[in-house]
């Protein structure tokens, strides 16, 4: 290993192709792209490989610093030399889920039946699907058994399939700030950004690459939706109060008054530039599809099958994936005797707490994952 | 008093002409029309009249069946003969808010000047304004002081405001499920809600009048979000939980899958027929704007001006109106030793509560209510 603790990382996003990739709705889809970055070195047992899976907005671009943009990616204080996800001593991957925009093949790529973007003509996805296209990524990258799969939020739920839909192949599992399956509150929020893009003339049932409009205005409405169930009471307390924005008084018009107000506009905007609205709809659905209890008895019955050893965080303020979402996990696990940590950390950032508190964060996760690799080595009588 | 516990009020909607009002934005309105119902009788010494504040999209239909849609108010279980505001024994008078489009002078009315509606050349308007519009259809009606003020919610800013703007004409005040000031998530809420109407392109820069197609998709988007934040996780969960809606199965399309989301696109759809988008802007940001305390030091200070006893009541599961919030109202009033009351109800339904939780709130408001009738009778020597 020549990186030192304080060199960035470089990212660079690789791209591999899938022959064809059956859907849990029925339909094959053949080929599917998948976007992907690695960083650290894949050691020669190949045993040292953590899959890193993004949250609802997020990409492939999980560490480093992108040579295009200069910007880190969008877990760059969890991964690196040194930190939560050691680079120094693991191979980390992190690729764009399916149904995405960001590379891996989505409602925005071109259907090979037609030349033309699939649209709406993209079948409708899973957390399911998303992670049988991982494994065969990590089949692809000649991997067998991972050490680790970790996410928050929506990544959580993809950590939480791999346990139950691949047990023998991964190590250690580590569900971040996420749920089993979405509550009717949070079916409820993704439906808003859903008609918010829908109801946008803009968005033309879907086939707005043909007029070159996205629906622009439904999109930010669904993002500054977002934005504020990613927050909290008091984070929003705390950075806007009731502050206003370059004035004392009020505007009496329906401009910008609050500096929350041009926050969430600028957010909005800004989320607009970077995601496929067909996306956002096809991701939110697979999210409130995604119940990985469906089908059995009870939740713990379902991740009986599961053998792999489990680490889960939950942030006290998080009101969007709350802590009692991860005890339900946590609780189901315990009742199969299956081997859990359960860590609820301090944190008035709200949902984004995964995102940002990785002081904490990044100490437990490295000493889970320090114990879960010598567990492994001792096992397989392998050296560290 | 004619009326017995059991039968219901018939509610009737009366119009009243103010000359002019001179708004906090700097114009005057003339004439504007105030739209109220009253129940029960006047007595002769004009003592026993509550005002009761409607919420934001609430109107002067408080209590009784409406003779033409036999609807009941939307405070009707708490106000009538024997209930929380008892008409046999007090007179109850609910008014349209300005700014409102039901009756009262709003954005839909008809501009004297020019004849259309006024759309978006309504001014601007503040809780204060409509609180002073409050105060001239009570000299209308001949009375000198109020024995309360109460309302849930925007109705809670509006009699909070009574209290310092006219606190030698209100004997009791019951900000209830309510706030001194939005926080900035409230404010956040309330942006998203504007945006969804602004951006849809059926809003026209508000004249939507000339056009007859309102920002109905807008309109119907920004009501789901607000139906979202008035229910709670608990009440959601129980109402909804993760049921599919006529279906067993994923449609793996954008339709209504669950439930909770057939249930959020009927009152998005419900609410456009009722309820003017102009309006819907309009009064959440005088909701955005009020500040009970500002241009004080604080708001102990500012509620120092107020001579009323309070009840304040909040909700355990009101996360959009949290029971700090209250809170901070009752300790400011008790910094300045005022007569305050506080009552944190157990509810699951969220801020709904203040509207459906109406045993427990009836019996402490009714409670109240006698006890302040006696201390004013007790004060001016009168019988009760």
């Given at each position: 290993m020549s990186a030192t603790a304080s060199s960035p990382l470089i990212a660079e996003t690789k791209s591999a192709r899938v022959d064809s990739l059956a859907l849990d709705c029925g339909v094959t889809l053949a080929p599917v792209e998948v976007a992907y970055q690695t960083y650290g070195t894949l050691n020669a047992e190949r045993s040292n490989a953590i899959l890193i899976t993004h949250a609802f907005s997020g990409d492939s671009h999980a560490a480093g610093i992108d040579p295009e943009s200069g910007k880190p990616g969008w877990w760059d204080d969890m991964i690196g030399p040194g930190k939560g996800f050691d680079t120094d001593r693991f191979f980390v991957i992190c690729s764009n889920v399916l149904g995405g925009c960001r590379g891996t093949t989505g409602p925005s790529s071109l259907d090979p039946a037609t030349g033309?973007?699939?649209?709406?003509g993209f079948p409708g996805i899973t957390i399911g699907d998303m992670v049988r296209l991982q494994a065969k990524l990590i089949d692809h990258l000649g991997i067998q058994k991972l050490l680790a799969v970790a996410g928050g939020s929506m990544g959580g739920m993809q950590a939480l399939e791999w346990s139950v839909a691949y047990p023998d192949r991964v190590v250690a599992v580590l569900p971040i700030a996420s749920t089993a399956r979405h509550s009717a509150m949070q079916i409820a929020f993704n439906e808003v950004g859903r008609q918010a893009v829908l109801s946008d003339p803009d968005w033309n049932n879907g086939n707005y690459h043909a007029t070159g409009k996205p629906p622009s205005r439904g999109l930010a409405v669904a993002r500054m939706v977002g934005h504020i169930t990613y927050m909290s009471d008091a984070s929003m307390r705390e950075k806007f109060g009731r502050r206003f924005r370059d004035k004392e008084t009020p505007s009496f018009h329906f401009g910008v008054d609050f500096e929350v107000e041009s926050y969430l506009r600028y957010r909005g905007l800004q989320f607009v530039d970077r995601f496929d609205a067909n996306s956002y709809l096809y991701i939110t659905k697979a999210m409130d599809y995604f119940d990985v209890g469906a089908g059995f008895p009870s939740l713990g019955a379902s991740l009986a099958r599961a053998q792999a050893r489990f680490l889960v965080i939950s942030f006290t303020s998080d009101w969007l994936y709350p802590s009692y979402q991860s005890l339900e996990i946590v609780n189901a696990l315990r009742s199969g005797n299956r081997d859990v940590a359960y860590c609820e950390l301090p944190s008035t950032y709200g949902h984004d707490a995964f995102l940002v508190e990785v002081a904490e964060q990044g100490e437990i996760v490295r000493g889970f994952l320090t114990q879960t690799h010598k567990l492994l080595s001792r096992k397989s009588g392998s050296r560290s």
């Open positions: 033309s973007p699939f649209a709406t």
